[in-house]
């Protein structure tokens, strides 16, 4: 069965910092990317970061760069989302996914297996 486990989201203020954590299992993880996407109430799911879990690649949104940091544990099937100097326009829930590699990162479509959210709420 596969299981995406999304953890780490709370309630932070302005400038402050969270980690974000993926649990996987369930598919081979070296074969997939994991994406982050964070959907804000009343507008669209958006993507936010990927790693592709074979040779590391990230990318990010460019609202993001410089701000978050996407990291990738084999061992625990794990991957991280650090987010620093957040603002209240982070506020959202932040989705984990995954999908095959050489895949569109950004594009939600592109992703088989999804886990909850976990809500980021960032005060001002």
């Known amino acids: 069965e596969v299981q995406l486990q999304a953890s780490g989201g709370g309630l932070v203020q302005t400038g402050g910092s969270l980690r974000l954590s993926c649990a996987t299992s369930?598919?081979?993880?070296?074969?997939?990317?994991i994406g982050w996407f964070r959907q804000a109430p009343g507008k669209e799911r958006e993507g936010v970061s990927c790693?592709?879990?074979?040779?590391?690649?990230?990318y990010e949104a460019d609202s993001v760069k410089g701000r978050f940091t996407i990291s990738s544990d084999g061992a625990k099937n794990t991957v991280y989302l650090l987010m620093n100097s957040l603002k209240p326009e982070d506020t959202a829930v932040y989705y984990c996914?995954?999908?095959?590699?050489?895949?569109?990162?950004?594009?939600?479509?592109?992703?088989?297996?999804w886990g909850q959210g976990t809500l980021v709420t960032v005060s001002s």
């Open positions: 996914a995954a999908a095959q590699l050489n895949k569109t990162w950004v594009l939600i479509d592109e992703y088989d297996y």
């Open positions: 369930g598919f081979p993880f070296d074969d997939y990317a």
């Open positions: 790693i592709s879990n074979r040779d590391g690649s990230t």
